[in-house]
């Protein structure tokens, strides 16, 4: 790992390089934001026009960077540092944890690789656990959370925007303060469907 930005330091693993998303990145970015089966389970409809992939980019990372901390990564190949995913902690209370990643590399174990590394330097920043959603539809995510080391925690539905329509999330957390039995209740709490699954 190298500090190459005091908020959003670049990261580094065998494949993979983590860094700052920047204007050169526009084209890359709508790559990944375009694909409709790459954004089924995302919060947010596919890009349509690059305009719409600059306006992501100056709303979710331009704006991320001006703070103390900014967890919010392009995931690039080391062989061409051209973004293939992104990935990304919150700095809210939920420590939410997310990611995205071109289906071209779906399966190599990508985002696995990639989470590890930002986990070991969200815990070394004091980071106190990480909270990670997916619609109970979407396996893949949460067998990426699973081996990431995150266990499930329950089951809630809410109803999604900008999409509108009602989803049960899974939630997972992964403490990284030590204290395994603490769980973020802020879902459960604010969900009127809330629930417990079994076997997950």
């Not at 992501?56 to 293939?84: M, N, Q, S, W």
Request: net charge positive; aromatic share 16%.
């Amino acid at each position: 790992m190298k500090n190459c930005n005091k908020n959003t330091p670049t990261l580094e693993t065998e494949r993979l390089i983590l860094r700052k998303f920047t204007n050169r990145d526009i084209g890359a970015l709508f790559e990944i934001l375009q694909d409709e089966e790459v954004n089924t389970y995302l919060p947010w409809f596919p890009a349509k026009t690059l305009e719409d992939a600059e306006l992501f980019f100056k709303t979710h990372y331009e704006c991320v960077y001006e703070h103390p901390r900014g967890y919010a990564y392009a995931v690039c190949l080391k062989t061409d540092d051209k973004p293939i995913g992104y990935i990304k902690i919150e700095t809210g209370d939920s420590y939410d944890f997310g990611y995205g990643l071109k289906k071209e590399f779906w399966g190599r174990g990508i985002m696995t690789e990639a989470g590890s590394i930002l986990l070991k330097q969200a815990k070394a920043d004091g980071i106190p656990y990480v909270t990670a959603t997916h619609d109970r539809k979407n396996f893949r995510s949460g067998a990426v959370m699973k081996r990431l080391g995150m266990t499930y925690r329950y089951s809630y539905e809410e109803q999604w925007q900008p999409k509108n329509f009602p989803v049960i999330f899974r939630m997972y957390q992964l403490n990284l303060n030590g204290k395994r039995d603490e769980t973020y209740k802020k879902y459960w709490e604010n969900a009127s469907v809330r629930f417990i699954e079994t076997n997950i």
